[in-house]
């Protein structure tokens, strides 16, 4: 390699031609052709088809990804209209329960309600009869005691001691016909309205 960079090195300059770029050359022509011709051919036989094949599948990808970008789109606003029709949904059933609550609450205290006044009126007519049934019983106790009384009293006077039986019939009989206290007032008004010295 040394002796050939020599070699060249000591030829004179006059034996190498200048060379013009602008000159046509017939053979350098007809190998750049060949060899340009060939490399053609390798490249469009193996170099070419991968570079095609990468850039489709490249493509192919890019393509696949918009449509997969497109779905997945589509499906986020089906979903999401979905989820907007379950909230709307949703806040109905809750206007609905709360509405049924208010009718319930209203409904329960209205029959709480009645159902302490009927408990009250009750009451007060359980207490009516007991006082009523209580008021009887001293009327009667008071007549027991009257009649006793009377029976004793009358027996002194006469000092005799009737029949136990026929002195209690005939007091009985006496007393039952006095109108009560509520009766003479009562009597006694009507008598006092039907009075003609009433209007002066």
Avoid at 14 to 35: C, D, H, Q, R, Y
Avoid at 124 to 153: C, F, K, Q, T
Wanted: proline fraction near 3%; charged fraction near 30%; glycine fraction near 4%.
């Amino acid at each position: 390699m040394h002796n050939l960079i020599l070699l060249l090195q000591s030829v004179p300059e006059e034996a190498t031609p200048k060379a013009n770029l602008l000159s046509p050359n017939g053979g350098l022509m007809f190998w750049t052709l060949i060899v340009f011709l060939i490399l053609f051919f390798v490249l469009g036989k193996f170099v070419f088809p991968k570079i095609t094949a990468a850039v489709e599948a490249r493509e192919k990808a890019l393509e696949d990804a918009i449509e997969g970008a497109k779905r997945d789109r589509e499906e986020a606003a089906k979903y999401l209209d979905e989820q907007r029709a379950a909230i709307e949904t949703a806040r109905n059933d809750a206007q609905k329960i709360l509405a049924e609550g208010r009718s319930t609450g209203e409904k329960l205290r209205t029959e709480m309600m009645e159902e302490t006044r009927v408990q009250q009126q009750d009451m007060l007519d359980r207490a009516r009869r007991e006082i009523e049934a209580e008021r009887n019983r001293a009327i009667a106790e008071m007549r027991r005691e009257a009649v006793d009384l009377a029976i004793a009293g009358a027996s002194r006077v006469i000092e005799k001691n009737l029949d136990q039986k026929s002195n209690r019939d005939i007091v009985e009989k006496f007393l039952s016909s006095i109108p009560t206290a509520g009766a003479v007032g009562e009597a006694k008004k009507s008598e006092a309205d039907s009075s003609p010295y009433a209007d002066a």
